[in-house]
């Protein structure tokens, strides 16, 4: 028997429960994990509160991410004692995720903890970290360099935005942050490597299909009119990873940026990431992210607490990292 948070549907209304559960009800899966630490973030908080569509049948344990210690593995790619990081690929949404003290899962989800990063480190950087990595190293294969100009973050302030606001200092690029609360988090986006800080407002204003350009590249998480005005001001050549929805699905755009221009989009998926890409960039954040990175606002909770953070974290109550320690 382990522990885990079980979220169930009751007449419509999702109710989150910590229950005793039998390995025997895992579902299936090559590797067996004891579980370290999962993280708590706002497609979480969704699912655990019911108000976001996340979970696609229940009985579901939450956490989009997690870090542990294999067990049992059926995989020769793993054995017992290896370290894991676990982000994406559904769990928590239509499999099991890694709030819960055990997980099986299929070993192709899998990559190894980076020798040096420990569980909770691998967790503060997370689903969103990776997301982030993969963003910024698009941006070089596109080869978008320091010396080309400014590169432009959007959407800033949030879990993808702040670590590459992080990475891209660190790898030596001038960053603009934009973020909607520019007087808030002015500050420490300055701390974690921002040249300058803009207001979001500036990029919700209706944009023409070409206007000056100002950016060498830029990373994009939010999508719809802010990433149609953020294609109409990159520079010739320029380009954007794009890997945010939260603005909506639709692109105001026109054809002008991709043909006038040469401007390429890039999108970036973490699950749909090949394995290889995926260690590659998990090695590159534990060699890229300053010792600062991880003293940043970290509050370490335990399992007992989520449901009450979860209501917290969709209210816009808690700022920083979350992560669980199992």
Same mark, same amino acid.
């Given at each position: 028997m382990?522990?885990?948070?079980?979220?169930?549907?009751e007449?419509? #209304?999702?109710i989150a429960?910590?229950?005793q559960?039998?390995? %025997?009800?895992?579902p299936?899966?090559d590797v067996?994990?004891?579980v370290?630490? %999962? %993280?708590?973030n706002?497609?979480?908080?969704l699912?655990?509160?019911?108000?976001?569509?996340i979970?696609?049948?229940?009985p579901?344990v939450?956490?989009?991410?997690?870090?542990?210690?294999?067990?049992?593995?059926?995989?020769?790619r793993y054995?017992a004692g290896?370290?894991v990081v676990?982000?994406?690929?559904g769990?928590?949404?239509?499999?099991?995720?890694?709030?819960?003290?055990?997980?099986?899962?299929?070993?192709?989800w899998?990559?190894?903890?980076p020798?040096?990063?420990?569980?909770k480190?691998?967790?503060m950087?997370?689903t969103?970290?990776l997301?982030?990595?993969?963003c910024?190293?698009?941006?070089?294969?596109?080869g978008?360099?320091?010396?080309?100009?400014?590169?432009?973050v959007?959407?800033a302030?949030?879990?993808?935005? %702040?670590?590459?606001?992080?990475?891209?200092?660190?790898?030596?690029?001038?960053?603009?942050?934009v973020?909607?609360?520019?007087e808030?988090?002015?500050?420490?986006?300055k701390?974690?490597?921002?040249a300058?800080?803009?207001?979001?407002s500036?990029?919700?204003?209706p944009?023409?299909?070409?206007? #000056?350009?100002?950016w060498?590249?830029?990373v994009?998480?939010?999508?719809?009119?802010?990433?149609?005005k953020?294609?109409?001001q990159?520079d010739?050549?320029?380009?954007v990873?794009?890997?945010g929805l939260?603005?909506?699905?639709?692109?105001?755009?026109?054809?002008?940026p991709f043909?006038?221009?040469?401007?390429?989009?890039?999108?970036v998926?973490s699950?749909?990431?090949p394995f290889?890409?995926?260690?590659q960039?998990?090695k590159?954040?534990?060699?890229?992210?300053?010792?600062?990175?991880?003293?940043?606002?970290?509050?370490?909770?335990q399992?007992e607490?989520?449901a009450e953070c979860?209501?917290?974290?969709?209210?816009?109550?808690i700022?920083?990292r979350?992560?669980i320690?199992?």
């Amino acid at each position: 028997m382990f522990k885990a948070l079980v979220l169930n549907q009751e007449e419509k #209304k999702t109710i989150a429960a910590i229950q005793q559960v039998e390995e %025997s009800q895992l579902p299936e899966g090559d590797v067996l994990i004891d579980v370290d630490y %999962s %993280s708590l973030n706002f497609k979480d908080g969704l699912a655990i509160t019911g108000k976001g569509k996340i979970v696609r049948q229940f009985p579901m344990v939450p956490g989009i991410d997690l870090s542990g210690t294999v067990t049992e593995s059926s995989d020769d790619r793993y054995k017992a004692g290896d370290k894991v990081v676990l982000t994406g690929w559904g769990v928590g949404e239509g499999h099991w995720g890694g709030m819960a003290e055990k997980a099986r899962l299929k070993a192709d989800w899998l990559v190894p903890q980076p020798e040096g990063l420990s569980g909770k480190q691998a967790m503060m950087i997370g689903t969103a970290g990776l997301t982030a990595m993969l963003c910024v190293q698009a941006l070089v294969d596109a080869g978008i360099k320091p010396e080309h100009g400014e590169v432009l973050v959007t959407g800033a302030s949030g879990g993808v935005g %702040s670590v590459a606001v992080t990475l891209l200092s660190q790898l030596g690029y001038q960053v603009a942050a934009v973020t909607g609360r520019a007087e808030a988090n002015g500050e420490l986006l300055k701390q974690l490597g921002a040249a300058r800080i803009i207001e979001r407002s500036e990029f919700e204003e209706p944009s023409r299909p070409l206007e #000056k350009q100002i950016w060498a590249g830029a990373v994009d998480t939010v999508g719809s009119k802010v990433l149609a005005k953020v294609l109409a001001q990159v520079d010739y050549n320029g380009a954007v990873a794009a890997c945010g929805l939260a603005g909506g699905f639709d692109l105001p755009t026109t054809v002008m940026p991709f043909i006038l221009r040469n401007v390429s989009l890039l999108g970036v998926d973490s699950v749909m990431c090949p394995f290889e890409k995926r260690q590659q960039a998990w090695k590159r954040l534990n060699e890229l992210l300053p010792a600062s990175f991880y003293e940043q606002a970290c509050r370490e909770v335990q399992l007992e607490e989520v449901a009450e953070c979860a209501e917290a974290i969709t209210n816009g109550q808690i700022t920083g990292r979350v992560v669980i320690k199992l």
